[in-house]
């Protein structure tokens, strides 16, 4: 393989790790924060409350996107391995 092609399989390895965390991320933050506010609010100190809280908008972001998330990965795993091959 040569470095070329190395230096553009990493890329596109970075990019596809950004495009399938970004959901999942974005979720927990901003469930965290909205969270972390309410509980500010109300005066309440209970941490198990904002990670039950995150936990369940990971999970339903992963039975929206996990289909997608699912299709990305395998597209990117097919146009890898015909790169590979194809040498």
Avoid: D, H, N
Avoid at 33 to 57: N, P, S
């Amino acid at each position: 393989m040569y470095t070329e092609e190395i230096i553009v399989m990493a890329k596109s390895t970075v990019v596809i790790v950004f495009y399938l965390s970004m959901p999942t991320i974005a979720a927990a933050t901003v469930v965290g924060l909205i969270v972390a506010l309410v509980q500010t609010l109300i005066q309440l100190q209970e941490q198990t409350l904002g990670f039950a809280a995150k936990l369940a908008a990971v999970v339903a972001v992963f039975v929206l996107w996990g289909p997608w998330m699912a299709t990305q990965l395998l597209m990117f795993l097919k146009q890898a391995l015909s790169r590979v091959s194809g040498l």
